[in-house]
């Protein structure tokens, strides 16, 4: 089973910053295309972007975009997602995932309708945006 651990939440004020980071183990994450969910209590798991397996692609939700910045590093076997501006609605728990094929050139309305494409996911690591 591919293992990806997320880190890098916490607790930010709003206007804040975060970065969070994606790592894998026991695979290599250049061979797929990498999203990133959030799930806020009460509330169905939503894509908020994503990024194809060679980067050149990447996509955001409305809600994040100018906000929030996707990247890989493939040589560290990493994927990190900047979250700048942050409001309290961003509260969450942040996932990654490992996708397969050409799911990031989508929308990400469609990333999120075709989750069942992640194969792999985190276990989440929890965004709170708060005075």
């Known amino acids: 089973q591919l293992q990806l651990v997320e880190s890098g939440g916490g607790l930010v004020q709003p206007g804040g910053s975060l970065r969070l980071s994606c790592a894998a183990s026991?695979?290599?994450?250049?061979?797929?295309?990498i999203g990133w969910f959030r799930q806020a209590p009460g509330k169905e798991r939503e894509g908020v972007s994503c990024?194809?397996?060679?980067?050149?692609?990447?996509n955001y939700a409305d809600s994040v975009k100018g906000r929030f910045t996707i990247s890989r590093d493939n040589a560290k076997n990493m994927v990190y997602l900047q979250m700048n501006s942050l409001k309290p609605e961003d509260t969450a728990v942040y996932y990654c995932?490992?996708?397969?094929?050409?799911?990031?050139?989508?929308?990400?309305?469609?990333?999120?309708?075709?989750?069942?494409?992640?194969?792999?996911w985190g276990q989440g690591t929890q965004v709170t945006v708060s005075s």
């Open positions: 995932a490992a996708g397969d094929g050409n799911i990031c050139l989508h929308t990400m309305d469609v990333v999120t309708t075709f989750q069942a494409r992640f194969g792999s």
């Open positions: 026991r695979f290599t994450l250049a061979y797929y295309a």
């Open positions: 990024i194809s397996s060679t980067g050149g692609s990447t």
